[in-house]
């Protein structure tokens, strides 16, 4: 003899499997919009938006080796010490633990180092914390791809 299936209890327990899943996708969603947000306020030049964007712990460690915390970047990009014509990341995975998310991978960047054009690839790892709600950078280190 067959016996029959409860349909209802089998989706029941398929989203109850499946809920955490849609939460680290939408996790992963978020921080890589944070990211991009980012990517587009320094090119706009836009402190106003860093300011909400960066965690006050930033710790910012250049390819050229320049280290700068959240004022000294926002003070760089504000006053054209370093001037973003381009930043998209062409490749990039995450890992997420929690409140705080660590994406690494490839990017883009052209712009101006003090006067001086570059258009380099980096790869990168950013470090970011969930505060009251939202994703900030606390630290970001690059280096040159060879």
């Given at each position: 003899?067959?016996?029959?299936?409860?349909?209802?209890?089998?989706?029941?327990?398929?989203?109850?499997?499946?809920?955490?899943l849609g939460t680290l996708l939408a996790q992963e969603?978020?921080?890589?919009?944070?990211?991009?947000?980012?990517?587009?306020?320094?090119?706009?030049?836009?402190?106003?938006?860093?300011?909400?964007?960066?965690?006050?712990?930033?710790?910012?460690?250049?390819?050229?080796?320049?280290?700068?915390?959240?004022?000294?970047?926002?003070?760089?990009?504000?006053?054209?010490?370093?001037?973003?014509?381009?930043?998209?990341?062409?490749?990039?995975?995450?890992?997420?633990?929690?409140?705080?998310?660590?994406?690494?991978?490839?990017?883009?960047?052209?712009?101006?180092?003090?006067?001086?054009?570059?258009?380099?690839?980096?790869?990168?790892?950013?470090?970011?914390?969930?505060?009251?709600?939202?994703?900030?950078?606390?630290?970001?280190?690059?280096?040159?791809?060879?």
């Amino acid at each position: 003899m067959m016996k029959q299936v409860d349909f209802s209890r089998c989706l029941t327990l398929l989203i109850v499997l499946l809920a955490p899943l849609g939460t680290l996708l939408a996790q992963e969603q978020a921080v890589f919009a944070a990211e991009a947000v980012r990517f587009k306020a320094q090119v706009a030049k836009d402190g106003l938006a860093l300011q909400t964007l960066l965690d006050d712990d930033l710790y910012y460690l250049h390819s050229n080796g320049l280290v700068e915390n959240k004022q000294d970047f926002i003070t760089s990009v504000n006053g054209g010490k370093i001037v973003y014509q381009q930043m998209t990341a062409t490749d990039h995975r995450i890992r997420l633990y929690g409140k705080t998310a660590v994406v690494y991978g490839l990017v883009k960047v052209a712009g101006a180092y003090q006067g001086e054009p570059f258009d380099i690839s980096l790869y990168y790892t950013s470090v970011y914390r969930k505060k009251r709600g939202k994703w900030l950078l606390m630290n970001w280190q690059s280096t040159k791809k060879l």
